[in-house]
């Protein structure tokens, strides 16, 4: 199946200091990658769509220049959180889109597995 | 209304049992439907996928979707303790690259040695 890794898995930084994430799919390509956050025991939320070589589509509340989202190849994505503050700790998911290799589309959409951060 | 309704649970059965997880959701639009199952602290894993209505089955997993009565579930068989996990129901309207998937809230299941 369509893999998807995240680096890091797990960081720390200090309030006011930035943190970047990066989404790949190692086995296939991805036009779209999405971002999510989930709070401990709470469902998924949709924090942008990422398309590659333009611009990201963020949903209602969350801060693009908070946020900052580059999707600069077919296979990654990487998500910044800038000024972090603790409020932004979180585990952060990324999810892309198997669009297949043989001229069909797929609707499945792969989970990589999380980044967990914490803002001290 | 919320788009995809989803017991959270949590939901506890004996070892062996039959599992039976459901989400409704509102709009008869949606096309795809999708079962994801997430561990704690890890991403959620993709199980089954079905397109309109009727079932699919995967070894002990088997997926249903009744778009007259806009329900979908989940049946999980021979239940193992290795299934404890979150389960997430998710559907989508388009067969879109760019059309994010809408997700139920998730439903805990614990099965007990």
């Known amino acids: 199946g369509a893999v998807v890794s995240q680096h890091p898995s797990r960081v720390i930084c200090k309030s006011g200091t930035s943190v970047k994430i990066e989404c790949r799919s190692l086995d296939f390509q991805a036009t779209t990658m999405f971002w999510y956050r989930q709070f401990p025991k709470q469902s998924l939320m949709l924090m942008a769509t990422?398309?590659?070589?333009?611009?990201?589509?963020?949903e209602q509340g969350v801060e693009k220049d908070k946020f900052l989202i580059n999707h600069a190849s077919l296979t990654l994505s990487t998500l910044t959180v800038t000024s972090a503050h603790p409020e932004d700790s979180s585990f952060y998911i990324c999810?892309?889109?198997?669009?297949?290799?043989?001229?069909?589309?797929?609707?499945?959409?792969?989970f990589g597995p999380g980044t967990r951060l914490t803002v001290t | 209304q919320k788009e995809v309704e989803q017991d959270p649970g949590p939901l506890s059965v004996p070892e062996g049992a039959i599992v039976s997880l459901n989400c409704t959701y509102s709009n008869s639009a949606f096309q795809y439907f999708m079962w994801y199952r997430q561990y704690s602290r890890k991403g959620p894993e993709l199980l089954m996928y079905?397109?309109?209505?009727g079932n699919k089955e995967d070894g002990r997993f088997t997926a249903q979707v009744d778009k007259s009565s806009k329900y979908i579930s989940l049946f999980i068989r021979d239940s193992q303790p290795s299934d404890s996990a979150t389960y997430l129901c998710a559907m989508s309207y388009f067969n879109s690259g760019n059309t994010p998937l809408v997700f139920g809230k998730g439903t805990r299941l614990s099965v007990i040695a």
């Open positions: 999810s892309a889109r198997d669009w297949g290799t043989s001229g069909y589309e797929r609707y499945e959409q792969y």
């Open positions: 990422s398309n590659e070589g333009s611009k990201a589509t963020y």
């Open positions: 079905t397109y309109s209505s």
